[in-house]
């Protein structure tokens, strides 16, 4: 039997086993789930060990573990590095949610579950494609790495400090990560490029406590009416940001790439309707493909104050917050553009507030090249799998990794990603195309043996 095959007689069985996966609420960000974080490092080490991998650690971090395993089979084979992540995002609004986010439900074609797509169902596909492997001609075509962490959701603090600390470990000849989209289920798609991100959470503070609004209202600044309109004035009339020297690295598009990126199939009924929205937004004089991913962009992602509960509070808040992002694109530095944006909001705040702004995170973006050998394996084992050749994309959403595996460790990273633009990732209702599982795994073999340059059938 191949492995094509193998993958083809256990879809079942591999779908039972990410739903029990599926269950595991290993939500990062929240301090409550830290036994599931350790439930999830371990589940993920005994189905690499089940899958014929043969040395599978837990390693940890000072945050949540990695998931570290290695399959050597030939020192003259290339070698590729699988990363992905097992935690996720928060569930919430759990009220938006038809089925339990924990509860994985099937519904037609879909498995719905935080962390269907993004990532564990694209991660595990790399499992069982290695499962099919060993138990058809026993080994992969190359020699296997995989790196899976557990902080890709809250911005990844121990991922490059251990990389940097285990160039030997991690060498490779390139890597492999499925944690993004296609452009449709018929559709393939290979990203080239990321955005990065800077992300950082603002406060402001005007007078020391609140304030009864009849007695002070109307004669004390109300902070939050100062954040609004710092916030209102981050974008100019066409779209564009204001801080100054934001665009100053930009890299432009050059006149032949906007012409590619124009003929990628794209239907604005549609992306309405995934979006559902009525009109679209943004920087003046690009596309809604330029937009959303080789240009950047700033959003808040949050802004809270004063009394938000049920009923009326008649109170003059002393302070005001707010949670902003900035995607980036190369060449900007999401240390310069944290320092720009916190220089800007301190320079134009009234003196009746004081700005505090807080980096939470950041990463660069990154362009991957499209002309090597492992990029040939990529096209042609999605081209094989859906009946149709992938597309170039760009990616608007960030996986910082990318451009550290780059910097750090000198190699180049394939995106060979299984979702859907409609799969809700961060949102409610996620959910993983499941005939995407199964395909995926199929791509990822006939990948591996493209990179061994073995038959894929
Ligand atoms: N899987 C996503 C990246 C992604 C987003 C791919 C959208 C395709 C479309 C990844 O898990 C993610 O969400 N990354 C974060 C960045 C991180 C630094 C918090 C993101 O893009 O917001
Ligand atoms: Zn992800």
């Given at each position: 039997?191949?492995?094509?095959?193998?993958?083809?007689?256990?879809?079942?069985?591999?779908?039972?086993?990410?739903?029990?996966?599926?269950?595991?609420?290993?939500?990062?960000?929240?301090?409550?789930?830290?036994?599931?974080?350790?439930?999830?490092?371990?589940?993920?080490?005994?189905?690499?060990?089940?899958?014929?991998?043969?040395?599978?650690?837990?390693?940890?971090?000072?945050?949540?573990?990695?998931?570290?395993?290695?399959?050597?089979?030939?020192?003259?084979?290339?070698?590729?590095?699988?990363?992905?992540?097992?935690?996720?995002?928060?569930?919430?609004?759990?009220?938006?949610?038809?089925?339990?986010?924990?509860?994985?439900?099937?519904?037609?074609?879909?498995l719905f579950a935080r962390g269907a797509a993004d990532d564990k169902g694209q991660l595990y596909i790399?499992?069982?494609?290695?499962?099919?492997?060993?138990?058809?001609?026993?080994?992969?075509?190359?020699?296997?790495?995989?790196?899976?962490?557990?902080?890709?959701?809250?911005?990844?603090?121990?991922?490059?400090?251990?990389?940097?600390?285990?160039?030997?470990?991690?060498?490779?000849?390139?890597?492999?990560?499925?944690?993004?989209?296609?452009?449709?289920?018929?559709?393939?798609?290979?990203?080239?490029?990321?955005?990065?991100?800077?992300?950082?959470?603002?406060?402001?503070?005007?007078?020391?406590?609140?304030?009864?609004?009849?007695?002070?209202?109307?004669?004390?600044?109300?902070?939050?009416?100062?954040?609004?309109?710092?916030?209102?004035?981050?974008?100019?009339?066409?779209?564009?940001?204001?801080?100054?020297?934001?665009?100053?690295?930009?890299?432009?598009?050059?006149?032949?790439?906007?012409?590619?990126?124009?003929?990628?199939?794209?239907?604005?009924?549609?992306?309405?309707?995934?979006?559902?929205?009525?009109?679209?937004?943004?920087?003046?004089?690009?596309?809604?493909?330029?937009?959303?991913?080789?240009?950047?962009?700033?959003?808040?992602?949050?802004?809270?104050?004063?009394?938000?509960?049920?009923?009326?509070?008649?109170?003059?808040?002393?302070?005001?917050?707010?949670?902003?992002?900035?995607?980036?694109?190369?060449?900007?530095?999401?240390?310069?553009?944290?320092?720009?944006?916190?220089?800007?909001?301190?320079?134009?705040?009234?003196?009746?507030?004081?700005?505090?702004?807080?980096?939470?995170?950041?990463?660069?973006?990154?362009?991957?090249?499209?002309?090597?050998?492992?990029?040939?394996?990529?096209?042609?084992?999605?081209?094989?799998?859906?009946?149709?050749?992938?597309?170039?994309?760009?990616?608007?959403?960030?996986?910082?990794?990318?451009?550290?595996?780059?910097?750090?460790?000198?190699?180049?990273?394939?995106?060979?990603?299984?979702?859907?633009?409609?799969?809700?990732?961060?949102?409610?209702?996620?959910?993983?195309?499941?005939?995407?599982?199964?395909?995926?795994?199929?791509?990822?073999?006939?990948?591996?043996?493209?990179?061994?340059?073995?038959?894929?059938?």
């Amino acid at each position: 039997m191949n492995p094509l095959n193998y993958t083809d007689q256990h879809r079942e069985r591999f779908l039972a086993e990410l739903k029990d996966f599926l269950c595991i609420p290993s939500v990062s960000t929240q301090e409550q789930h830290r036994p599931d974080m350790q439930r999830a490092a371990k589940w993920l080490r005994d189905h690499l060990l089940a899958a014929g991998v043969p040395l599978t650690v837990i390693m940890e971090t000072p945050g949540h573990p990695i998931v570290y395993a290695e399959w050597l089979v030939d020192p003259d084979a290339p070698t590729v590095l699988i990363y992905g992540h097992y935690d996720v995002q928060p569930p919430d609004p759990l009220e938006l949610w038809r089925t339990e986010p924990f509860e994985p439900a099937e519904i037609g074609d879909d498995l719905f579950a935080r962390g269907a797509a993004d990532d564990k169902g694209q991660l595990y596909i790399h499992v069982k494609a290695l499962e099919a492997f060993h138990e058809t001609v026993g080994a992969p075509p190359v020699n296997i790495k995989c790196l899976f962490e557990g902080e890709e959701e809250c911005g990844s603090p121990s991922l490059a400090p251990f990389i940097e600390s285990h160039v030997e470990l991690l060498a490779a000849d390139v890597v492999v990560i499925s944690d993004t989209h296609i452009l449709g289920k018929e559709t393939p798609a290979i990203i080239y490029a990321l955005r990065g991100l800077a992300y950082v959470e603002v406060e402001l503070t005007g007078p020391q406590h609140d304030l009864h609004s009849g007695i002070y209202g109307g004669a004390v600044h109300n902070p939050i009416h100062v954040l609004s309109e710092l916030i209102a004035g981050l974008h100019d009339e066409n779209g564009r940001i204001t801080i100054p020297g934001f665009y100053d690295n930009v890299r432009e598009l050059s006149a032949e790439e906007r012409v590619e990126l124009a003929k990628i199939p794209f239907d604005r009924e549609t992306w309405l309707a995934e979006a559902a929205v009525t009109s679209d937004w943004g920087e003046e004089g690009y596309t809604v493909i330029e937009r959303t991913s080789a240009r950047p962009t700033l959003d808040v992602n949050g802004i809270w104050g004063g009394y938000t509960e049920p009923g009326a509070k008649t109170v003059l808040p002393s302070q005001a917050h707010a949670k902003i992002s900035m995607r980036l694109v190369p060449d900007q530095s999401h240390e310069r553009i944290t320092r720009l944006i916190t220089e800007h909001l301190q320079n134009i705040a009234p003196p009746t507030v004081t700005v505090k702004v807080q980096d939470l995170h950041g990463g660069a973006g990154a362009i991957i090249r499209r002309d090597s050998p492992e990029m040939r394996a990529a096209f042609d084992a999605y081209a094989a799998t859906f009946g149709r050749e992938p597309v170039f994309i760009r990616e608007g959403g960030s996986i910082p990794v990318v451009a550290v595996f780059q910097e750090v460790l000198g190699i180049e990273t394939i995106m060979l990603g299984f979702g859907l633009p409609d799969d809700n990732l961060h949102a409610p209702n996620e959910k993983f195309h499941i005939p995407n599982f199964y395909k995926g795994i199929e791509t990822v073999i006939r990948f591996l043996n493209g990179v061994g340059e073995r038959e894929g059938e």
